[in-house]
């Protein structure tokens, strides 16, 4: 039944090239399908394989099977050929398994979109990738597996290419990966030119034959891939970015199965691994110490964004570091057994923040969620289950695992061994803290959704300043115009009365006739005193009127400056206080508040329940307490020959497991306090550099757009000039010779018969003289 | 003179070769080359006689008959490619025919 193994990655080999050719007439759900029966069909040959595998005894669990010689040069050949241990077959299982669920996941998902074909089509190809990674028998074939999932990481990270954000997260992944590639590619090389061999079955074997320094060699430029790949600092960077991707990408490849793979290249290496403990320990206790630091620095920045995505991003990161430590410290079945474990809980945390996003209108802020288990009970109850799976909760998955590689750090021996465990722990407090900050903004306290934001009620706040100061400006200008108006009355007055009086003069001096007209200016000059008059105590009302009302909005202006600066940030969970601002809120805001969320679709929720049934119950894999229990150990004894022996005694293992479990519970309490009680300012944790991820990002970019820069360009003149110039030299001496060399044919028949003649009678000469001499 | 040897032979082979071989660089007639060439090939055979007839050796006779079928061949070849020109061209002088020069 071993030979099942070929389907695995056949099936999903069809299943994209089926999608590549009639991936537009399938239409929309037919694709989605048929990509989810290859992935699970997959999975049935992978579960067939694992039985025929079971049914070998111990040792003969390692079987090669093979398909063609691929690159067969003189002694050294390549085959394409698949490496079936129980290493590589729970590999398999999980990649699979949880694939199936994550293809049928983004049914639901991606519902809608445009390019729909072609997402199933990509996500079949990169598992198709995978599984070629997983099951090559050498460095090779492992590469073209590396290279696929990579390319495909970067298609699907930019699926939605038309924002430029997206398409340069995917180009950022590419390129920061490449660096860890160059690591393997010379790894390779030096396997090739120093072992001859680099199918894993030969290195292993003959690692204690090699030189230390080849080994630590090519362990080291391993590390370098596994860096990129897995995530680890100082080539994390691509990671937290490649969240641009649609939601159940980010689930498969960027947290359960590719960014594993740096993880799984190490164990499948173990014998060197191990050679290199014994001989330059220094080495593989890098290796930890970069594990655990990553874990510790992915963790503290995870504690302040607020993005649901990122928090998850760094989380794998830091997950990613347990793994590698454990590499590190030599506990392989651990590494392997959280690999498993944290593919069962972040597939299930990813998929269920993309079911919280899908129904909060593809919002991705935190701080705008809250009380959500109300309203999406399934998402909420599995997304809990994870939280509590992750945060290192007995009796869920992540506990067991988590403990497991701890206890492998401490038992690595000596104070390395203990400062290593310590960093581990502190950093199971913060993943227990951010994991519980995350569940209590997402899913517990007030809704929030409809909140302003900050932003926007300052908005609104200095919309209702403008408009106050616009008020208070306009009437004061009413109020000196009407000052003018009662001025300029007061000023006709007193020439109406000047004329008045000149009127009575003039008709004191005239007589007669004129007596007449005289008196007829008088009574006009009267007429126009008193209304001159009149008008001037209307406009003295109205000017008092109008100032009366500058006054009240200058009052108004004042109050309403005092009001925005007397105005405080929002308190804990309390929102931005917009109070008279509010009118003037963005209507933005009151668009949000029709927004109503609502649960996914089951094919949604459907894998998020199989993925919480396994986070719950994947600790029996592997229990702690008898050695019966050790299942995983058991089944991948064939595969790892040097796994670590633990010597703690078992007293030891109860006080570090309740150690664990007590900063697990410390992180939940002090997360509780601040996000559930709002009890602490949450600024106490959520500093800003933390928020900007320590400002590496910022200073990587920096120099690479910069100094950086400079040093590409002339690493690509170098390539274009001396390299392409060697290769152009050769070509052009070749063409230049020709045109030298092709004057000698002439086409004269007898020139060439000249020629015969004179080389033969240079060939005689030549025997004469042999013989002679 | 002495005794007849196949020395005799083979110098007169290698006189007739040598008239052949000169014939061939210096006429431009094709088909006094050809009769050129037959002289070479006909020097050779007269050598291989000879020495078959001095060594007493059959081998040098078999050879002979090889040498004959392939003068053959060769003509006949030859010949129609002359023929074949002579159709295309006025005359068919060897240093007029340069076509193929590189």
Redesign the interface.
């Known amino acids: 039944m071993i030979d099942f193994v070929y389907l695995v990655p056949l099936l999903p080999l069809l299943g994209f090239t089926t999608l590549v050719l009639f991936g537009h007439r399938l239409g929309e759900s037919a694709a989605g399908w048929l990509a989810t029966a290859a992935i699970g069909g997959s999975f049935l040959s992978a579960v067939l394989t694992f039985f025929g595998l079971r049914s070998l005894e111990g040792e003969e669990r390692v079987v090669t099977k093979t398909l063609f010689e691929w690159v067969p040069v003189g002694d050294f050949s390549v085959d394409v050929a698949f490496l079936v241990d129980p290493l590589s077959v729970a590999m398999i299982l999980f990649v699979t398994g949880i694939g199936t669920l994550i293809h049928l996941y983004s049914i639901g998902y991606m519902h809608g979109d445009e390019n729909y074909s072609k997402f199933f089509l990509y996500l079949n190809l990169f598992t198709f990738s995978m599984l070629m990674l997983v099951l090559g028998n050498n460095l090779l074939l492992t590469f073209l597996g590396w290279e696929g999932v990579g390319a495909c990481s970067y298609f699907l990270i930019s699926f939605w290419f038309t924002d430029e954000a997206n398409a340069s997260a995917g180009k950022k992944a590419f390129v920061t990966n490449r660096v860890g590639d160059w690591g393997f590619m010379v790894a390779t090389f030096l396997a090739f030119a120093t072992v001859g061999s680099i199918d894993y079955l030969t290195l292993n074997g003959t690692a204690s034959q090699m030189s230390t320094p080849v080994v630590t060699g090519i362990v080291l430029l391993l590390f370098v891939g596994a860096m990129g790949k897995s995530a680890q600092f100082p080539l994390y960077l691509w990671l937290p970015d490649a969240m641009a991707g649609p939601t159940p990408v980010s689930a498969l490849i960027h947290a359960a199965t590719m960014v594993t793979s740096g993880v799984y290249l190490l164990t499948r290496v173990n014998g060197l691994l191990y050679e290199v403990t014994e001989r330059a320990g220094w080495a593989t206790n890098l290796i930890a110490w970069v594990g655990v630091g990553t874990a510790l620095f992915a963790a503290t920045i995870a504690v302040a964004q607020n993005d649901i995505k990122k928090v998850l991003a760094y989380s794998t990161v830091s997950q990613l570091g347990y793994m590698i430590l454990a590499v590190g410290v030599g506990a392989y079945v651990a590494a392997i057994f959280h690999m498993v474990m944290h593919a069962f809980f972040k597939a299930l945390l990813f998929l269920g923040s993309g079911s919280v996003i899908h129904g909060m209108d593809n919002d991705q802020d935190m701080r705008r969620y809250g009380g959500l288990q109300k309203l999406m009970p399934i998402t909420a109850g599995t997304f809990i289950i994870g939280w509590l799976a992750i945060a290192g909760v007995p009796p869920f998955a992540g506990f067991w695992s988590k403990d497991e590689i701890l206890l492998g750090a401490w038992d690595s021996g000596g104070l390395n061994g203990k400062a290593l465990w310590l960093v581990g722990l502190i950093t199971a407090l913060l993943t227990a803290f951010y994991m519980s900050r995350q569940v209590f903004m997402t899913f517990f306290g007030r809704y929030r959704y409809n909140d302003p934001d900050a932003s926007e009620v300052d908005e609104a706040w200095s919309a209702y300043l403008a408009d106050a100061e616009a008020t208070s400006v306009s009437a004061s200008a009413a109020a000196a115009e009407t000052a003018q108006a009662h001025t300029d009355a007061i000023a006709a007055h007193a020439e109406a009365s000047e004329a008045f009086s000149t009127a009575k003069i003039d008709a004191a001096t005239v007589s007669g006739d004129d007596e007449e007209s005289a008196k007829k200016a008088i009574e006009a000059a009267d007429r126009a005193l008193t209304s001159s008059a009149e008008a001037e105590v209307e406009t003295k009302e109205s000017s008092e009127a109008a100032s009366a009302a500058a006054t009240t909005a200058s009052v108004a202006l004042g109050d309403a400056q005092a009001a925005e600066s007397a105005r405080s940030g929002p308190a804990l969970g309390e929102p931005d206080d917009a109070g008279e601002a509010a009118s003037f809120l963005p209507e933005a805001v009151a668009a949000r508040a029709e927004h109503h969320p609502h649960e996914s679709p089951w094919h949604m929720t459907a894998p998020l329940v199989v993925l919480a049934g396994l986070s719950i119950v994947g600790g029996i894999l592997n229990l702690p307490f008898t050695k019966g229990l050790h299942f995983l150990e058991q089944w991948l004894e064939p595969a790892l020959a040097h796994e670590h022996v633990v010597n703690a005694s078992a007293a030891t293992k109860w006080i570090l497991a309740f150690v664990a479990i007590a900063a697990g519970a410390v992180g939940i309490l002090v997360a509780a306090q601040t996000y559930l009680q709002h009890r602490r300012d949450p600024a106490l944790v959520e500093r800003p550099i933390l928020a900007d991820a320590w400002g590496y990002d910022r200073v990587v970019s920096a120099f690479m757009g910069g100094p950086g820069t400079k040093l590409f360009d002339a690493i690509a003149w170098f390539d274009a000039t001396i390299i392409d110039g060697m290769v152009n030299g050769v070509a052009t001496t070749v063409r230049d010779g020709g045109s030298v060399v092709r004057r000698l044919q002439s086409g004269f028949v007898r020139s060439y018969a000249l020629g015969i003649s004179l080389g033969s009678v240079a060939l005689l000469v030549w025997f004469f003289v042999r013989t002679a001499a | 003179m002495g005794e007849l040897t196949h020395n005799y032979y083979l110098v007169l082979g290698a006189v007739v070769f040598s008239i052949g071989?000169v014939g061939?660089?210096v006429r431009?007639n094709p088909l006094v080359?050809f009769m050129c060439v037959e002289l070479m090939l006909n020097a050779v055979n007269l050598t291989f006689v000879g020495l078959a007839w001095g060594l007493n050796d059959i081998g040098g006779q078999v050879a002979v008959f090889f040498v004959m079928v392939v003068a053959a061949a060769e003509v006949v070849v030859g010949l129609a490619i002359v023929v074949a020109i002579m159709r295309r061209r006025d005359g068919a002088t060897?240093?007029d025919?340069?076509?193929?020069?590189?």
Do not use: E
């Open positions: 071989a061939l660089l431009r080359m060897s240093d025919l340069s076509a193929l020069r590189g």
